[in-house]
């Protein structure tokens, strides 16, 4: 897969709006530091174009995505960063196969790396974070009915803060437990209807209330 300098982060705005919002200091700070390297890459710096290809390796403020980090360590080595070809020749890549279908993972210095893109048999496509071969952590899931989601995973399913694109078009923001719509989160349908509040198991449960319990 080919990717270009106007490529889009795999994460929506929305959703990077979701993960810095949350409390963790150092999560922000990868964030912000991610946005500012991908900024002067794009501009042409070869020294910020070998660190984004380490950090989409890593998956610092970003999802780790490995044809991202091989395309941006490749752009500086091509401008005879001598560090980017040190670390494309400690990268190789492998194909594992599995009952349900098969992952491309990327290796470091031999040793597996937790992310990687795999494809199932059904047509899916998922890429990212995974662990024990099953997605966990940051990636994109693409189903084979066209619905997309981006976020959060664990044990194969979206958990935590995610976006859902379906197939006409709606389109949810917010929580997710074992895949299902749980917790606070926003769907906003094709036809402009907004549902916004506390959801249970896929279903809309109303308005989220705040109370005041101080005495």
């Avoid at 597996?112 to 048999?121: F, R, S």
């Avoid at 899916?124 to 994109?140: A, L, Q, T």
């Avoid at 997710?176 to 907004?194: E, H, L, P, S």
Wanted: hydrophobic share 25%; net charge negative.
């Amino acid at each position: 897969m080919a990717w270009s300098d106007d490529d889009d982060d795999l994460l929506s705005p929305e959703i990077r709006d979701l993960w810095r919002s949350q409390e963790d200091e150092q999560r922000r700070w990868d964030w912000e530091h991610f946005q500012e390297t991908k900024m002067h890459a794009n501009e042409g710096d070869v020294e910020n174009q070998y660190q984004l290809g380490i950090l989409y390796f890593k998956g610092k403020g970003t999802v780790s995505i490995g044809e991202k980090a091989v395309y941006w360590l490749t752009k500086a080595a091509n401008q005879g960063h001598k560090e980017a070809k040190d670390y494309l020749k400690r990268i190789t890549k492998k194909k594992i196969n599995l009952d349900d279908g098969s992952f491309d993972v990327f290796l470091l210095d031999g040793e597996q790396q937790c992310y990687g893109k795999y494809y199932y048999k059904d047509g899916s496509v998922y890429e990212g974070d995974y662990k024990d071969s099953k997605p966990c952590g940051s990636g994109i899931k693409t189903y084979k009915d066209g619905r997309v989601y981006e976020g959060e995973f664990k044990d194969g399913k979206p958990n935590g803060y995610g976006k859902a694109v379906f197939t006409n078009k709606d389109i949810y923001e917010g929580r997710f437990v074992n895949g299902q719509r749980t917790g606070i989160g926003k769907m906003t349908y094709a036809n402009g209807k907004i549902e916004d509040g506390i959801w249970e198991n896929g279903k809309y449960m109303g308005k989220y209330i705040e109370i005041d319990d101080s005495w």
